[in-house]
């Protein structure tokens, strides 16, 4: 929520308005002229209400996961600011998928169109293996009905023997169709039932779908009250460790924008330190190298020096310097073995030991620039360049 006060019809405030409501935001707007009681920002009361949504999301989530669990509805009242009506949403939905799962009427009927399914299925089969008995059957009328067809011929059967024996095969080819229309029925109502029963099941989980997913809207939701309720109103520091103030401040004193108010010292036992390093002479520097470090605060001759490796390098410059990351390898154990107080924000100098040569090697180093200087009395050295 932000507070705008501004002059009547302010054609830039309202730009400035359009602009942070573009991002989602809520926007009071109090011209000079108004007159008002009170502006009231909701948001949960305090950090005891904050940490049971983040528990209570991450409860809500464990239990979508694995439907074991209790649904864990909340009976007792909550105040939760701009977030109550989040949370009242989640708490309907919750309970309208509670009652889904619950509800045995769909899941019992779904199971007794499975049982009826595969009892059509086992009657299909025993309709099969009977419509091949009454074909066998029929194979065998035909057979008899031909032989007695010869003998009525031959006058070896009298006529009405013969048309008993000619009743007796159609009415098997008869039986043999009514076989088949009645395999054909099962076979289209078992076709029905599963035309049912899928449709029943999609129903089903379809509904639970709806209902999971407006849960899991609702919990995005309301992680992003959370976030940005720390965002407004905590300070969460990246790193475990212990507060230290960098300068005293008092109730109601202006804090400029950017300012430095305190820092986090950590608790493990790794100290880096950062050294600005001018451009000039910095291609010598490289990482493994010894640095030696003297505190503005610790004098050297009475403190001694803290001893460090050079860990990391930057590759780009900012202002003709570059910054060089230096790591304390002894800690705040200085060189005279004193364990030195840490505080943030230590100022001091920074000496790298470039090359490490030996004293024949260094004083030709002398000669040859003394060499070079002779050969070219012109010779200077210069920042600028010439075209």
């Known amino acids: 929520m932000i507070l705008i006060l501004s002059e009547n019809f302010d054609a830039s405030t309202n730009k400035v308005i359009d602009w942070i409501r573009f991002f989602g935001s809520k926007v009071i707007r109090v011209n000079e002229t108004d007159l008002f009681d009170s502006v009231t920002i909701e948001m949960p009361d305090n950090e005891k209400e904050i940490e ?54 769909n899941t019992s009927k779904i199971s007794n169109l499975k049982k ?27 057979d008899k009905y031909l032989a007695n067809t010869n003998l009525y011929k031959k006058g070896v059967i009298s006529k009405m023997d013969f048309y008993n024996e000619e009743t007796a095969f159609r009415q098997k080819q008869m039986d043999v169709e009514n076989a088949k229309r009645t395999t ?20 089903y989980y379809e509904n639970e779908r709806i209902l999971a997913n407006n849960i899991q809207a609702n ?39 950017g300012k430095s108010l305190f820092a986090i010292t950590t608790n493990n036992e790794k100290f880096i330190a ?39 390098l930057t590759e780009i410059p900012n202002e003709n310097t570059y910054q060089v990351e230096i790591t304390l390898k002894n800690g705040m154990t200085s060189s005279y073995n ?50």
């Not at 000039?280 to 505190?295: M, S, V, Y």
């Open 52 to 105: 049971f949504l983040k528990s209570y999301v991450l409860e809500i989530r464990s239990y979508l996961k694995s439907s074991k669990n209790e649904l864990p509805l909340i009976t007792e009242n909550h105040v939760f600011g701009a977030m109550q009506t989040n949370f009242n949403e989640l708490q309907k939905n919750l309970k309208n998928y509670d009652e889904q799962i619950k509800n045995t009427y």
């Open 116 to 142: 009826k399914k595969q009892q059509y299925q086992i009657l299909i089969a025993i309709s099969i293996k009977q419509l091949a008995l009454i074909k066998q059957k029929l194979i065998n009328a035909e």
């Open 184 to 203: 054909t029925d099962q076979q289209i109502t078992l076709l029905n039932l599963a035309q049912e029963l899928s449709d029943l099941e999609f129903q």
């Open 219 to 257: 919990l995005l939701e309301i992680e992003n009250g959370i976030e940005n309720w720390q965002q407004n109103f905590s300070f969460i520091a990246p790193v475990s460790g212990k507060l230290v103030w960098l300068e005293k401040i008092h109730q109601n004193q202006f804090i400029e924008v």
């Open 274 to 312: 950062l050294a600005t390093i001018p451009a000039n002479g910095f291609g010598k520097i490289q990482t493994g190298q010894k640095a030696r470090i003297k505190l503005n605060n610790y004098p050297t001759y009475e403190f001694g020096h803290l001893e460090g490796i050079v860990s990391k």
């Open 338 to 387: 004193k364990l030195l107080a840490f505080t943030p924000e230590m100022t001091g100098t920074a000496e790298i030991v470039t090359d490490d040569l030996r004293v024949i090697q260094r004083i030709f180093n002398q000669f040859n620039k003394l060499f070079d200087r002779n050969s070219n009395p012109n010779a200077s050295v210069s920042n600028s360049s010439s075209n």
